[in-house]
């Protein structure tokens, strides 16, 4: 099928200009000067489909690179499968994920992967990828990470929470970080001093601290600046790249920054709950309410200025990504485990859906351009977990994963009105945005239209990534 999206302007990194941009079949093979003849009289008539984008931004497809769909935890399982967690991504803007798979120690990293492909194949609306999580290095799963490049995996998760789940010590983090230095894979941490956080969780329900605002108050910002700087080190001496992922605390981001300014190959990610949410408004609410709330790394107070921050940060460059940390839970029978025990609230927010306009509302508010806002979701992604050119960019050759975004529209988030995660509530319930998603393209199929769904299960493929381009 030929789409023909003309009148709009096309947004990229560099900046915004007026085009059309024609698609045939799941490619773009042209971005014209409107109204441009270099491939015939009249396009419009000829093309199969016209969009008409007057008035609105043309962009890239975002790509959200950290997303948890189907993931065993706490005793539970997040509630969105591939099918409706990437359905809703579509909704929102989204046309690629990269999920994680989970291996746990005593696992074989191979089987783990096979699992996550059964789990995925033939389900997702819009394309995906995976990441690897490591949960248990050693021997075999250090070999594995070598074999994994071909299939297309080409980034590792470690975690310095979570003793006795996905821990690793330093010793094997070092280990696994030597194995990245060699194959030129990346690193991705969750950085939180995990050993330390349970032996303060464990105070805290000593002492009757039951309540999910506890759940923030005993995983301070010191255990995660601490993580980073330790796992910048570990980099340091092994010389592998780290991604650090979910960055809430701005004195570890200030870490991170200061080693950037010097040179080494460390980058920071971001999530919409760390920029606009908060351990005050949100994780502190009455009764049982702040579960809705509870993620790792939490919430932390506006009273410190970690959201204003981390809202600087994106606009120096000393945090490259958005992403969501998508995982999401029901209030009923998963978060309600935790009732009388906040270490026992499954740890996850629900966001995928609604990421590309909480980022846009930030290019209203004048925290960032339309340009960054294009480069933190989409751009940087593709080039920082290897599908830039695939993916990532408004040009001929790239997949025609496009958004026609209205400026001039609205979004108003809540159940009711924009919620189709499988979830029984919304973290973001009353949040209006300043924009609208009004057609969605995935690899030339349109998926959303005029606020109705269009795509179908299936339709998304399993996306072979190469190295990180922001390390060769």
């Known amino acids: ?24 079949g799941e490619r773009i093979v042209a971005v014209l000067e409107p109204g441009s003849t270099a491939l015939g009289a009249d396009l419009a008539a000829s093309a199969e489909r016209v969009i008409d984008a007057t008035g609105k931004y043309v962009v890239p497809g975002g790509i959200d690179g950290h997303t948890h769909m189907q993931m065993p935890f706490g005793g539970t399982e997040a509630s969105d499968t591939f099918e409706t967690g990437t359905r809703a991504a579509a909704w929102g803007g989204t046309t690629t994920i ?3 798979v989970v291996q746990r120690q005593g696992e074989r990293v191979q089987e783990t992967l096979a699992a996550w492909h059964a789990k995925a194949g033939g389900e997702c609306a819009i394309d995906y990828g995976f990441h690897q999580i490591i949960g248990g290095v050693d021997d075999d799963s250090l070999k594995a990470m070598d074999e994994l490049i071909e299939e297309g995996v080409t980034t590792f998760k470690l975690f310095m929470a979570y003793p006795g789940v996905f821990y690793s010590d330093d010793g094997q983090i070092l ?20 050993t330390a956080i349970d032996v303060l969780v464990q105070q805290a329900l000593a002492r009757g601290e039951t309540d999910p605002v506890y759940h923030g108050l005993t995983r301070p910002w010191q255990t995660e600046e601490e993580a980073t700087h330790r796992a910048i080190m570990l980099a340091r001496i092994t010389g592998a790249p780290l991604y650090v992922v979910h960055m809430s605390a701005k004195q570890a981001v200030a870490t991170l920054a200061a080693h950037r300014g010097e040179g080494l190959n460390v980058f920071g990610e971001t999530c919409p709950q760390y920029l ?3 351990l005050e408004k949100n994780l502190a609410a009455a009764g049982f309410e702040g579960a809705k709330w509870v993620c790792s790394t939490p919430l932390r107070a506006e009273a410190e200025g970690h959201q204003e921050e981390l809202w600087k940060y994106l606009r120096t460059n000393d945090l490259q990504v958005v992403s969501t940390d998508h995982c999401p839970f029901c209030m009923k029978e998963q978060k309600e485990l935790g009732i ?7 740890n996850g927010i629900g966001s995928v859906e609604h990421r ?10 004048g925290r960032i351009t339309k340009e960054r806002w294009v480069e933190l979701c989409s751009t940087t992604p593709a080039r920082m977990f290897g599908m830039y050119g695939k993916k990532g960019i408004i040009a001929p050759g790239a997949d025609a994963d496009i958004v026609v975004y209205d400026p001039n529209g609205h979004t108003s988030i809540g159940l009711g009105k924009t919620h189709h995660m499988n979830m029984d509530y919304s973290a973001w319930e009353g949040y209006e945005i300043d924009g609208h998603v009004d057609t969605v393209l995935s690899r030339g199929t349109v998926v959303i239209d005029d606020n ?4 179908a299960k299936g339709h998304g493929q399993f996306i072979k990534r190469g190295l990180s381009q922001y390390l060769s």
């Open 1 to 24: 099928m030929t789409v023909l999206i003309k009148g709009g302007t096309v947004i990229s990194p560099t900046g915004s200009t007026a085009a059309d941009v024609l698609v045939d």
């Open 175 to 194: 280990r696994a970080m030597q194995t990245a230095a060699s194959n030129g894979s990346m690193i991705m941490m969750h950085a939180e001093n995990g």
């Open 276 to 278: 606009y949410l908060s």
């Open 340 to 346: 009388g025990d906040f270490s026992k609230i499954p």
């Open 452 to 455: 109705q769904y269009l795509g």
């Open 356 to 365: 590309m306009d909480l980022l846009f509302q930030g290019v209203v508010d």
């Open 98 to 100: 990269v999920d994680f």
